[in-house]
């Protein structure tokens, strides 16, 4: 078990933002969260999260292609993407891009607390 209780999420919408953080926040996380990349980037310079939520499309580019630098990184990180446009190639694309799984928007509570154990078990 992974004893950093830390999550990051980044996203553009401040409304997925406040509910991730409230509902991780319950569970006993600490929650950062950020609304660009850039955002992203400067959390993950200050602290290392055990997971982090990556949106795919964000005001300063895509969240695929971030995903494919944080896992060539000397440290990867264990990434869930989410997107409100979910098929099955933007889904593959992610996981063969490296994240451990995928989080369609609209997404529900009981979905959500399943990821978040899945990955503390790991």
Known sequence: MNT???ILVIDDEQEIRVLLKRFLTKKGYEV??????????????RKRPFLIFLDINL?????????KKINSEEHPYQVIMMS??????????AINSGAIDFLSKPFNIAQLNQLVKNQIKS
């Open 59 to 67: 005001p300063d580019g895509n969240g695929l292609e971030e995903l």
């Open 4 to 6: 950093n209780n830390l």
């Open 32 to 45: 950062v969260s950020a609304g660009s990349i850039m955002e992203g980037r400067i959390a993950l310079n």
């Open 84 to 93: 409100a446009f979910d098929d099955q190639e933007v889904r593959s694309e």
